[in-house]
């Protein structure tokens, strides 16, 4: 059975693979627009098949992309695909994602030094292959080779929501089994870190059999890698690692503790229990009889004092409870011990969302449709931000069309007296950090956001003045994705985020934690290191959609990951508040 994201995949491989082929672009472009149709779209394809929904009146899917994705989704497979790497390695996919690569030198480094895969790539570069070929150069050789040892790294990671989508179902398709009285995610997941490489899933039920039974008959179970007693372990179709564990009520809590980690935090949890008699483990916490060494492995267990609630646990530990977002060990068994851990920013503190495209620029919902959105999440501000003119991809606009749109905003908000529209844009930093709109226009917006989407590569030092000289213009009120990165796609760029968070903090502008899960930037240590510069915060969703706008909670949670409090963020401020607080 097909996710959309997965059925997106298989289009936009395809769409590479024409593409390293010499295909027409044209052609090439239609997979790619397909696939950006499918993988967000709110309802499965698979949906929409059964019930025989009109798929060509989606956006971009044409009759032969709606055959195709009638043939994933009732064959699960796509002929088109296989043929195609009957004559281009499949594995080349993977090489054009890597920074310095794409199509045209993959398809060099294919037919010219028989290179078919990352690990043929990585020898190939580290033996100086790469850099004679026509059009590479040192230079590139390198950065291919950086670009393979940050592949390894991330390697087996799913972004959060990704692992959203897979983990969501299964744990519904759990809840339906009569026996299982309670079910819980651990593990990196739940802790809401940004990448997870596995799922640990916790239930308590009477009979563990029947349970374990129903979890490997999951239908987008690929592999049952170990089923025995209490635990099991699969591999989904997608790749995702799921781990189960069926508990009995007096161990969950302890279980829970334990398998939500992080190792670091548990392991200042052991220490703190030796020091107090105590043992803890997955199965609760124990008073070590006398004589006992209590950081032994193989110590007898004596008395039960704690397990079946987490609360239990700590307070055996003498310590409060301890947001999971918080187990890093960054500080927070201090805190917990203390009476010191910090109110965490929750998803009902947020008053607004301050970036948002609309269909003036890349977005693919109206500025009216946006705000209705808006009202529905219960906000009392937005800022829409379209893109400046230099984005001409992304229909980026110049003064005059940034008039017309204020026209119609001001038409929307009078409609919308419930709420305030903002008038902003995201202005695009150029080379030399002057901004690509008028400063009479500049001066007319009510919240102006910078960011970079160009000239990824500049040194270091560059990039940092390229910044700094953005920070600096006096009307400048946010500096939104401030690294760039991509999670799991592309790097940060090269510069100096000390010396930026610095600059923003002594001329007032706020940096965004940019709610989208696939950038989440800034993240959760750098968020840290801003606050304590104390530099503003404002967490905004960049929605290109009114869906969107529920990827809030991401960067709620990632906040909160930095310990970030609601006095911390500033649209958690009422709307004159945060206006106050922008200029100042
Ligand atoms: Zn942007």
Request: some cysteine; proline content about 4%; glycine content about 8%.
């Given at each position: 059975?097909?996710?959309?994201?997965?059925?997106?995949?298989?289009?936009?491989?395809?769409?590479?693979?024409?593409e390293?082929?010499?295909?027409n672009?044209?052609r090439?472009?239609?997979?790619?627009?397909a696939?950006?149709?499918?993988?967000?779209?709110?309802?499965?394809?698979?949906?929409?098949?059964?019930?025989?929904?009109?798929?060509?009146?989606?956006?971009?899917?044409?009759?032969?992309m709606?055959s195709h994705?009638?043939?994933?989704?009732?064959?699960?497979?796509?002929?088109?695909?296989?043929?195609?790497t009957?004559?281009?390695?499949?594995?080349l996919?993977?090489?054009?994602?890597?920074?310095?690569?794409?199509?045209?030198?993959?398809?060099?480094?294919?037919?010219?030094?028989?290179?078919?895969?990352?690990?043929q790539?990585?020898?190939?570069?580290?033996?100086?292959?790469?850099?004679?070929?026509?059009?590479?150069?040192?230079?590139t050789?390198?950065?291919?080779?950086?670009g393979i040892?940050?592949?390894?790294?991330?390697?087996?990671r799913?972004?959060?929501?990704?692992?959203?989508?897979?983990v969501?179902?299964?744990?519904?398709?759990?809840?339906?089994?009569?026996?299982?009285?309670?079910?819980e995610?651990?593990?990196?997941?739940?802790?809401?870190?940004?990448?997870?490489?596995?799922?640990?899933l916790?239930?308590?039920?009477?009979?563990?059999?029947?349970v374990?039974?129903?979890?490997?008959?999951?239908?987008?179970?690929?592999?049952?890698?170990?089923?025995?007693?209490?635990?099991?372990?699969?591999?989904?179709?997608?790749?995702?690692?799921?781990?189960?564990?069926?508990?009995?009520?007096?161990?969950?809590?302890?279980?829970?503790?334990?398998?939500?980690?992080?190792?670091?935090?548990?392991?200042?949890?052991?220490?703190?229990?030796?020091?107090?008699?105590?043992?803890?483990?997955?199965?609760?916490?124990?008073?070590?009889p006398?004589?006992?060494?209590?950081?032994?492995?193989?110590?007898?267990?004596?008395?039960?004092?704690?397990?079946?609630?987490?609360?239990?646990?700590?307070?055996?530990?003498?310590?409060?409870?301890?947001?999971?977002?918080?187990?890093?060990?960054?500080?927070?068994?201090?805190?917990a011990?203390?009476?010191?851990?910090?109110?965490?920013?929750?998803?009902?503190?947020?008053?607004?969302?301050?970036q948002?495209?609309?269909?003036?620029?890349?977005?693919?919902?109206?500025?009216?449709?946006?705000?209705?959105?808006?009202?529905?999440?219960?906000?009392?501000?937005?800022?829409?931000?379209?893109h400046?003119k230099?984005?001409?991809?992304?229909?980026?606009?110049?003064a005059?069309?940034?008039?017309?749109?204020?026209?119609?905003?001001d038409?929307v908000?009078?409609?919308?007296?419930?709420?305030?529209?903002?008038?902003?844009?995201?202005?695009?930093?150029?080379?030399?950090?002057?901004?690509d709109?008028?400063?009479?226009?500049i001066e007319?917006?009510?919240?102006?956001?910078?960011?970079?989407?160009?000239?990824?590569?500049?040194?270091?030092?560059?990039q940092t003045?390229?910044?700094?000289?953005?920070?600096?213009?006096?009307?400048?009120?946010?500096?939104?994705?401030?690294?760039?990165?991509?999670?799991?796609?592309?790097?940060?760029?090269?510069?100096?985020?000390?010396?930026?968070?610095?600059?923003?903090?002594?001329?007032g502008?706020?940096?965004?934690?940019?709610?989208?899960?696939?950038?989440?930037?800034?993240?959760?240590?750098?968020?840290?290191?801003?606050r304590?510069?104390?530099?503003?915060?404002?967490?905004?969703?960049?929605?290109?959609?009114?869906?969107?706008?529920?990827?809030?909670?991401?960067?709620?949670?990632?906040?909160?990951?930095?310990?970030l409090a609601?006095?911390?963020?500033?649209?958690?401020?009422?709307?004159?508040?945060l206006?106050?607080?922008?200029?100042?």
């Open positions: 059975m097909m996710e959309n994201t997965e059925i997106a995949k298989v289009l936009r491989d395809v769409g590479t693979l024409l390293i082929d010499g295909a672009p044209f090439v472009r239609a997979y790619e627009n696939a950006r149709t499918v993988e967000p779209h709110a309802v499965p394809m698979r949906t929409m098949v059964e019930s025989g929904a009109k798929l060509t009146d989606l956006p971009g899917i044409g009759k032969e709606a994705i009638q043939e994933l989704v009732t064959t699960g497979a796509l002929r088109v695909l296989q043929d195609l009957r004559e281009v390695p499949y594995t996919v993977e090489m054009v994602r890597l920074p310095g690569v794409g199509p045209k030198r993959a398809n060099k480094l294919w037919r010219e030094l028989g290179v078919e895969t990352i690990d790539l990585e020898a190939a570069a580290k033996a100086g292959a790469v850099e004679s070929l026509a059009g590479f150069g040192k230079k050789q390198e950065r291919i080779v950086r040892a940050s592949l390894k790294k991330r390697a087996g799913f972004r959060l929501a990704h692992a959203d989508q897979l969501e179902p299964l744990v519904e398709y759990m809840r339906t089994h009569e026996g299982v009285r309670r079910i995610v651990a593990g990196s997941y739940r802790r809401r870190m940004e990448t997870v490489g596995d799922i640990d916790l239930v308590i039920a009477r009979d563990p059999q029947p374990m039974d129903h979890f490997t008959a999951y239908e987008r179970v690929k592999k049952i890698e170990l089923a025995s007693g209490t635990s099991a372990r699969v591999m989904l179709q997608s790749g995702l690692q799921v781990n189960l564990r069926v508990l009995p009520p007096a161990s969950y809590g302890a279980a829970l503790q334990y398998f939500t980690g992080s190792q670091a935090h548990n392991v200042k949890l052991r220490r703190r229990a030796v020091a107090r008699g105590l043992r803890v483990s997955e199965d609760g916490v124990f008073r070590v006398e004589g006992e060494d209590p950081d032994a492995e193989d110590v007898l267990s004596g008395e039960r004092v704690a397990g079946a609630s987490e609360e239990d646990v700590y307070a055996a530990l003498e310590l409060a409870w301890i947001p999971p977002e918080l187990r890093e060990d960054r500080g927070e068994v201090e805190a011990a203390g009476g010191k851990l910090p109110e965490l920013v929750t998803l009902d503190h947020m008053r607004g969302d301050l948002m495209h609309s269909t003036w620029s890349d977005g693919h919902d109206g500025i009216d449709a946006m705000v209705k959105g808006c009202v529905e999440r219960g906000y009392e501000y937005l800022a829409l931000t379209d400046s230099s984005l001409a991809m992304t229909g980026g606009l110049d005059e069309a940034l008039r017309e749109q204020w026209r119609e905003i038409e908000q009078a409609a919308h007296p419930e709420i305030r529209i903002l008038k902003s844009q995201e202005i695009d930093i150029l080379r030399d950090g002057s901004l709109l008028a400063d009479e226009m007319q917006l009510d919240v102006v956001l910078v960011s970079i989407h160009s000239l990824f590569d500049l040194p270091a030092a560059q003045n390229r910044i700094l000289a953005a920070i600096r213009h006096p009307a400048v009120h946010i500096l939104a994705h401030p690294t760039g990165r991509l999670i799991n796609e592309r790097e940060p760029y090269q510069f100096d985020l000390e010396e930026v968070l610095c600059c923003c903090k002594e001329n502008v706020a940096v965004e934690l940019n709610a989208h899960p696939s950038r989440l930037d800034l993240k959760d240590t750098q968020l840290m290191r801003a304590e510069l104390g530099v503003k915060i404002v967490i905004s969703t960049d929605a290109h959609r009114v869906r969107d706008l529920d990827l809030m909670h991401y960067g709620v949670e990632q906040a909160r990951r930095a310990w609601p006095a911390d963020v500033l649209n958690t401020r009422p709307l004159q508040e206006l106050g607080s922008l200029e100042t």
